[in-house]
């Protein structure tokens, strides 16, 4: 059970909902879309790092990072130990330690559902199906951009539970920043990114 809190407390600090944004889309943010949107399917590896409030140390994770716009995304853990989160066509299932793949999945549990499509939303770069619930701000271009996302509303799921995500990149998402409410902090990492764009395998986007 330890390993999986450190795993939800973790990955689900990367989650968001589907929704749109308030107000009108500046000329950046629909050139970052469209750009992203061109990405089918991509790879990377991940280093996690989850800072507690008041403690002297951290919890590292590391491992791989594969998603299948729209249908799949696999989130394989590899250090400190063996873990894979999975959704797969909005089925979400985990294993520990190479064991038996469990679904996650509540039924009628609408926070749960929120979650995992959230999840999906922030990682493949969505930042127009995160309006309903949080306020948006990119600065920077294509080369170099910085987006923060800040709850809309203090007292709903989302509110309670983050002050602030931060979301970097360049030619793709390469930095997430979580800050919880009680000020614990997560930050990911990603590198060696290998994207499909229309079908063309590009090089390395990190």
Not at 138 to 144: C, K
């Amino acid at each position: 059970m330890k390993r999986r809190h450190f795993f939800l407390l973790s990955l689900f600090s990367i989650v968001r909902p589907a929704v749109s944004f308030a107000g009108q889309p500046s000329h950046n943010l629909e050139s970052l879309r469209r750009k992203l949107e061109a990405v089918s399917s991509f790879s990377c590896t991940f280093r996690q790092t989850k800072t507690l409030l008041g403690q002297n140390f951290s919890l590292v994770s590391t491992g791989t990072l594969e998603v299948q716009k729209g249908h799949l995304l696999i989130w394989n853990q590899k250090t400190p130990f063996v873990q894979t989160f999975r959704i797969v066509d909005g089925t979400a299932t985990i294993s520990i330690e190479g064991g038996k793949e469990e679904k996650l999945n509540p039924q009628n549990n609408e926070i749960f559902n929120l979650f995992i499509a959230a999840v999906k939303n922030i990682i493949e770069g969505r930042f127009d199906s995160l309006g309903q619930y949080f306020e948006v701000s990119l600065n920077g271009n294509e080369s170099a951009w910085l987006a923060h996302l800040t709850p809309l509303n203090g007292h709903s799921v989302f509110g309670k539970a983050f002050k602030e995500i931060v979301v970097k990149g360049s030619k793709f998402i390469n930095y997430i920043e979580f800050v919880e409410r009680n000020s614990d902090c997560t930050n990911i990492y990603f590198s060696n990114i290998s994207a499909n764009q229309h079908g063309r395998k590009s090089a390395s986007l990190s």
